[in-house]
């Protein structure tokens, strides 16, 4: 187990609406990046936080935004939910000294 | 071109065999790199760190080159829990972290 916990597991929303994924950093890590898995691809890397602030962005639109908290943990919010959007969000974290992630065990988010 | 690339796969692939994936990437100011072992609806998990003189696990090695912006991961004498998908991942300077699209294993009794 690396430690790394996410919520909730699954959901299902509706095309339009909004969503609020968590994710608890293991002890000590203090950078948090947010992935998207599409089926049969590998992760898509959405944005990193480090203390708090935005420190590295993928290729995603606004509507995807995220928040870490003073504890390390984070949210990853999406806007306007498009069927697209349907993927397994994975939340990874690592220690700023390191480059070595550990991952959580995801929230996959189904969109109707 | 993409910025990580591996071999399409699947691998199908006899117990006992010695499996080599391969990776690309395209960015040459990259700093680090790691392969990752991804199992069916499960989170991907770190199998190693890849560095510059090469580094050996048990069964797997991994070796870089960076003239070539090259990557690989062998394993030998493959076992039947060696089955998954293996990620090639590449951490860019400005703290971009890249993923190939991930080769699939079967091991085949």
């Known amino acids: 187990e690396t430690g790394v916990t996410q919520s909730p597991t699954h959901l299902i929303k509706t095309r339009g609406q909004q969503v609020t994924l968590r994710c608890s950093s293991q002890?000590?890590?203090?950078?948090v990046s947010w992935y998207q898995q599409a089926l049969g691809q590998g992760p898509q890397f959405i944005f990193q936080y480090y203390r708090e602030e935005e420190n590295g962005r993928g290729n995603f639109p606004p509507r995807f935004s995220g928040l870490q908290f003073p504890n390390y943990s984070s949210e990853l919010n999406v806007n306007a939910l498009e069927l697209d959007d349907s993927a397994l969000y994975l939340c990874?974290?690592?220690?700023?000294?390191?480059?070595?992630?550990?991952f959580g065990p995801g929230t996959r988010l189904t969109v109707l | 071109r993409k910025e990580v690339e591996q071999d399409p796969g699947p691998f199908n692939v006899p117990e006992g065999a010695t499996v080599a994936f391969n990776c690309t990437y395209s960015?040459?100011?990259?700093?680090?790199f790691f392969w990752y072992r991804q199992d069916c609806r499960k989170e991907p998990k770190l199998l190693m760190s890849v560095y510059s003189s090469g580094n050996e696990d048990g069964r797997f090695t991994a070796q870089l080159n960076r003239a070539s912006q090259y990557i690989s991961l062998l394993i030998r004498d493959s076992k039947l829990s060696d089955s998954a998908t293996y990620l090639c991942?590449?951490?860019?300077?400005?703290?971009?972290?890249?993923f190939g699209k991930g080769t699939r294993l079967h091991i085949l009794p």
């Open positions: 991942v590449v951490n860019n300077r400005d703290d971009k972290i890249i």
């Open positions: 002890s000590g890590h203090n950078t």
């Open positions: 960015n040459s100011a990259s700093q680090s």
């Open positions: 990874a974290t690592r220690d700023g000294t390191r480059n070595e992630q550990f």
